[in-house]
């Protein structure tokens, strides 16, 4: 074992009225919610890349943490698995989540890269078999590396697009290898900076042609899991492809695969695409590609991904019901896609940070589940829709009268509509009675 969490006893539930910061108040893995354990409904996954490989930079100032592991080749690598999963351990989580160039040092060619990436594999498996944590999913960093610059499928060069085939074939092979639940796309620079140098028929060409390609080498292999994309708007690039849940909807229709993947969708991102969490989750799941969740926040007074641990209850719990509504996860989970501020040096806040994004989505998973079981919510919904269920009504969707019978309905019978209060401030008040 390492000494990174000397001294920091494993996290225990201790209910809402304690006062130990490193303690759940709401998080209790057994409790049954909806007739499931909190822990599976939940499904906590800690990523590698925030809480591992993140240095505390931003724009204007480099590394404020101070890692062991930092700077330290495949030695340093190694001992980075090792402190991931006592972490895993203090917080009792059960699943982690990574991209191939956190775990691992890029080499001096993608076959050195590779094999570096299965060495880290092979610890991985180790650990999980030692202590019984499990691979949420895996994916690429295809968006670091300045090869990567004008983006890794939609790049203007063949051999970026062939390298990054590559880099995904491993990362995915090391998925599937760890037994992982899904494989994410995260389109990092697949978008653009400007229109005067930009394809955007060929780009999307481009695009669709490597999920595709990712989608028939799945199958190849046998890796069971899904494949998700990551809707993201912006940031780096002026304008990005998979700019959210309906623009990637669109975008798999196209090519015939939106049977075939869903979407990993990240509160921080919905929110910089104009939508609230919970609009793009039940949009998600409309549709029906909802996967899996990246849980965090943004600040609502800077327009950048900021990615900070949740902690906003009513935000969480609206988005929390909408997943329930769907049906909760299956293959999915939530991610803590989260950082901690670059003043919060010590390991302490790493879990302090982790506890505290627990317990929000854990005490919104009880608010979600007793407004489901509230039923008020059902029944406003039933009846402000109820007219639905007459027969002339079903008719007009089912595709028995066209729109001249239709016409002629409303005429014949005189119709008039009377329009019908929406409630909306009284649903507001009834979500605040659960929050």
Known sequence: MSDFFQGIAPVKYEGPDSANPLAFRYYDRDRLVLGKRMEDQLRFAVAYWHSFAWEGGDPFGGRTFLRPWFDGGMEAARLKAEVCFEMLDILDAPF??????????EGQSLAESNRNLREITDIFGELMEKTGKKLLWGTANLFSNRRYMSGAATNPDPEVFAYAAGQVRAALDATHRLGGANY????????????????????????????????????RVGFQGTIMIEPKPQEPTKHQYDYDVASVYGFLRRFELEKEVKVNIEVGHAVLAGHSFEHEIALASALGIFGSVDANRNDYQSGWDTDQFPNNHPEMTLGMYQILKAGGFYDGGFNFDSKLRRQSLDPEDLIAAHVGGMDVCARALLSAAAL???????????????????????????GDADLGAIADWVETEGIEPEPRSGKQEMLENLVNRFV
């Open 96 to 105: 982690f989540t990574f991209h191939d160039r956190d775990v691992a040092p």
């Open 184 to 219: 994410v796309l995260w389109g990092g620079r697949e978008g653009y900076e400007t229109l005067l140098n930009t394809d955007m028929e060929r780009e999307l060409e481009q695009l669709g042609r490597f999920l595709s390609l990712v989608v028939d080498y799945k199958h």
């Open 372 to 398: 489901i079981e509230d039923g008020s919510f059902d029944r406003a919904l039933a009846d402000r829709y109820a007219g639905w269920d007459d027969t002339e009504a079903r008719n007009m969707l089912g």
